[in-house]
């Protein structure tokens, strides 16, 4: 681990404050993906601005009746939330299908959304990467590619978003409050937060250097039967091969996203309209275009088997 120094912020403006001025600064909360990250000198951070004790932690009532999760509230929090559990059922369910408890209880709202995407090559510096030296080469292109992205991929970078939180708050339509350097505050829907590749693959969401995220916003509740199904290969503190998360009315009609399988959830509106017909006709629209390698191929017609599970549930 590179050497680096450290400080605990005083208020909000003064963390951003920092982070904005000082080169090589970052934000630092729970820290479990951005310690991982160091441990091995994928990020080198010069300075670290820790933030946990800044009053971001609170879950509070919207007067619309949604509900705002603080960025410093922990995974533990918000899936035990007695609000998030009668009115959000999908999101805790998803929260409580990530991790360990440990890790629950240390990580954070905005840390979550913000953890890197997962790709073997990225975590071994030792061979080229656009995501950690930008131009280099994509090593997993060629290589070992079985827990990687199918869709919304490019040709510089194939790595699948890893979250569980992420896929819930996508078809909840939740939004991210934040904080930018010249005090300004800004909310970005959830599906404009995680960016796709492209030829920029370093970059993986739109903040600005020294914006921080304050907050999640979820809308009024849609009601419905919430369901979270997760495929991995142990029965804990592994990613997603696929993950589906289904809100669906009784109607017939609802919102799906799928997570595993793309650099950000995955989630097609046109293909929600087609619940009514099944998984087949989902998964056909959700995938159009997708591009996977012979060795992950098979997660297209997983998540087509795992969404038949969850709508033959949902509607038994």
């Known amino acids: 681990m590179q050497p680096f120094t450290y400080e605990r912020a005083a208020s909000i403006e003064a963390a951003v404050a920092t982070v904005a001025s000082r080169p090589g ?3 630092i909360a729970g820290g479990t993906n951005l310690l991982d990250l160091m441990k091995v000198q994928i990020e080198t951070p010069a300075h670290l601005v820790d933030i946990r004790h800044l009053p971001l932690r609170a879950i509070e009532d919207l007067p619309d009746g949604g509900l705002r999760l603080g960025a410093l509230a922990t995974n533990t929090e918000v899936a035990a939330h007695l609000r998030v ?4 059922g999908i999101l805790a369910r998803a929260i409580m299908a990530g991790a360990t408890g440990q890790l629950r209880n240390k990580a954070t709202t905005a840390g979550n959304l913000l953890q890197r995407n997962r790709c073997p090559y990225f975590y071994e ?3 080229p990467c656009n995501k950690r030296r930008p131009g280099s080469g994509c090593s ?4 070992v590619t079985r827990s990687l992205a199918v869709v919304g991929t490019s040709s510089h970078c194939i790595a699948s978003n890893p979250g569980d939180m992420a896929v819930a708050l996508r078809v909840l339509d939740a939004a991210v409050e934040t904080m930018r350097p010249d005090g300004s505050r800004r909310r970005i829907p959830i599906g404009d937060f995680h960016r796709l590749p492209g030829d ?5 969401h739109p903040l600005e250097p020294g914006e921080l995220v304050t907050a999640v916003t979820l809308p009024r509740p849609l009601g419905g039967t919430h369901h979270y199904h997760k495929v991995r290969d142990r029965a804990s503190y592994a990613f997603a091969i696929v993950s589906i998360a289904v809100v669906l009315q009784e109607d017939g009609t609802g919102r799906v996203a ?3 399988v793309a650099p950000r959830p995955w989630r097609v509106e046109e293909a929600e309209a087609l619940l009514p017909d099944g998984a087949a006709a989902v998964v056909g629209t959700a995938f159009q275009g997708a591009t996977p390698t012979p060795e992950n191929a098979f997660k297209i017609p997983l998540a087509e088997r795992t969404l038949k599970l969850v709508l033959s549930e949902g509607r038994a």
Not at 85 to 88: A, P, S
Not at 140 to 143: D, H, I, N, R, S
Not at 200 to 204: D, M, S
């Open 125 to 127: 510096t030792n061979l």
């Open 85 to 88: 559990k009668r009115d959000y």
């Open 25 to 27: 600064a970052r934000f």
């Open 140 to 143: 997993a292109l060629g290589g």
């Open 258 to 260: 799928f997570g595993g």
């Open 200 to 204: 920029r693959p370093e970059i993986e």
